[in-house]
């Protein structure tokens, strides 16, 4: 499954996401009601959330896959702030994992596509960090990070139309 934190769903990160990795089952961050965690202690005392909302799909579908791909921009060197709500809600994994012992879905592969609009590659080092922290979490097997940067100076449809070259760059990274 893949998320998409970008509000452009035709934008640099889908784009490449799209080209890459070709998957069907999409959910958009922009277009679901996700709350914040809040720190609120309820899945310290038992392994769910407090909340009852959209995030509810992304755990069941979460189940129902074993290949996570995370495709967002970068904003103020971070990914999108709709998709790390998300990325927090998974806090309530790590204590049904690590302090109720109870199994969380198994994901096997994880991707994160992250376009950045500056020249400067530092700004995936949060990216990369989110990645580990994944990682460990679901104790995948792969964890792979696929940027590009400079989108300043693109157009999402540079990419497309290099579309043969751009897809055999990136998925020789995936079969690595
Ligand atoms: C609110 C906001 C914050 C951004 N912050 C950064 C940033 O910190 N560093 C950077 O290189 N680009 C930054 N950008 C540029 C985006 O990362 C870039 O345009 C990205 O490729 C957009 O991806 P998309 O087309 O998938 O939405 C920012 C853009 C916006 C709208």
């Given at each position: 499954m893949l998320i998409n934190?970008?509000?452009?769903?035709?934008?640099f990160s889908m784009t490449l996401a799209d080209a890459i990795f070709d998957e069907n089952t999409v959910h958009h961050a922009y277009e679901m009601s996700i709350e914040s965690c809040t720190d609120c202690g309820f899945c310290d005392k038992r392994p769910a959330c407090i909340f009852d909302d959209d995030m509810d799909a992304i755990i069941s579908a979460l189940h129902h896959d074993d290949t996570l791909i995370l495709a967002s921009p970068i904003y103020f060197g971070a990914l999108s702030d709709k998709l790390l709500a998300i990325l927090n809600r998974l806090q309530m994994l790590f204590k049904k994992k690590f302090t109720h012992k109870q199994e969380i879905p198994d994901i096997k592969r994880l991707y994160i596509v992250a376009t950045c609009g500056?020249?400067?590659?530092?700004?995936?080092d949060g990216a990369h960090l989110t990645l580990t922290i994944l990682k460990q979490l679901f104790n995948a097997e792969t964890a792979r990070l696929f940027t590009l940067k400079g989108t300043d100076a693109m157009h999402p449809e540079t990419l497309t139309k290099d579309k043969a070259h751009l897809i055999d760059h990136y998925r020789s990274i995936v079969r690595q």
């Open positions: 934190g970008s509000p452009n769903k035709n934008g500056a020249g400067n590659a530092v700004m995936f």
